[in-house]
């Protein structure tokens, strides 16, 4: 059982840890769609792998993550033309890639989203 001290304590530290989560550069709206498959601390996979490090990287960049053969061979190369095809439209940019997302319809998200993944180093 949490009593009321305990439940004190724990509200304390997330209030103190807040601000600090929040100065990490903060996901664009558009990135809420990404986070049901990534994650974006280093070596973290879900459905997909960690975005960490990603930009700049070449397609199947993180250690541990099992890639489709297609993903691997595209290679692909994640600056801003590139994944700002792939976010757009996965399916046509790597044909036979396992990312199960339809795409980011407006150019304004892929640019958010792109920025951030620049910052995730
Ligand atoms: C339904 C799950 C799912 C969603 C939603 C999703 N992805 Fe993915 N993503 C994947 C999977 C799975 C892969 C690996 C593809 C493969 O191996 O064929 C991947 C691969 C990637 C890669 C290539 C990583 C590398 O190391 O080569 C990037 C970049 C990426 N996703 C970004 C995004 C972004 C940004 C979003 C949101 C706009 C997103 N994904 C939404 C599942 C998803």
Do not use: R
């Not at 049901?36 to 990603?54: N, R, T, Y």
């Amino acid at each position: 059982m949490l009593n009321t001290k305990k439940l004190g304590l724990v509200l304390g530290a997330a209030l103190l840890a807040a601000p600090f989560a929040a100065s990490a550069a903060d996901a664009p709206a558009a990135f809420n769609q990404c986070k049901a498959c990534h994650k974006v601390e280093a070596g973290k996979h879900g459905v997909g792998p960690s975005l960490f490090g990603v930009y700049g990287a070449k397609a199947g960049h993180a250690e541990g993550y099992k890639y489709s053969d297609n993903h691997v061979k595209s290679g692909m190369v994640w600056d801003d033309a590139n994944l700002g095809k792939y976010l757009a439209d996965p399916k046509a940019t790597i044909p036979g890639n396992k990312m199960a997302f339809a795409g980011l319809k407006k150019p304004e998200d892929v640019a958010a989203v792109v920025a951030y993944l620049k910052t995730l180093k």
